[in-house]
């Protein structure tokens, strides 16, 4: 499968922004996702996922309460909506995906467990 995000870019610290992540190649419905971002010199640290029934979940500490994901089956598309953003955000925004069509409640939050990954939009967040 191939996946390809989008809507990264620069903007200022309390702003918000929509990352949207498109599935080709594959059933997108078929698939757990999720979002990984990774900062200059630093890993990549998990986000959110969302399994195949569009139950969510977060990294606490970054991002819970500020960012929502949700999936849309009929658009072949994941979404990441970030509100309130910080400078601490900046980084790298990869979304992943795993073939999930046995377990529709699973999901994944380490990039070992992932199995297909986009390119990155970079999102820069200025204070």
């Known amino acids: 499968v191939y996946l390809v995000e989008s809507g990264g870019g620069t903007v200022q610290a309390g702003t918000s922004l929509r990352l949207s992540c498109a599935l080709s190649?594959?059933?997108?419905?078929?698939?757990?996702t999720g979002w990984f971002r990774q900062a200059p010199g630093k890993e990549r640290e998990f986000v959110a996922a969302i399994s195949r029934r569009s139950d969510s979940y977060y990294n606490v500490g970054s991002a819970k309460g500020r960012f929502t994901v949700s999936r849309d089956n009929v658009q072949n598309t994941m979404y990441l909506q970030m509100n309130g953003l910080k400078p601490e955000d900046t980084g790298v925004y990869y979304c992943a995906a795993r073939y999930s069509v046995q377990n529709a409640s699973a999901y994944y939050t380490s990039p070992q467990e992932y199995t297909s990954w986009g390119q990155g939009t970079q999102v820069t967040v200025s204070s």
């Open positions: 190649g594959g059933i997108f419905s078929a698939y757990t």
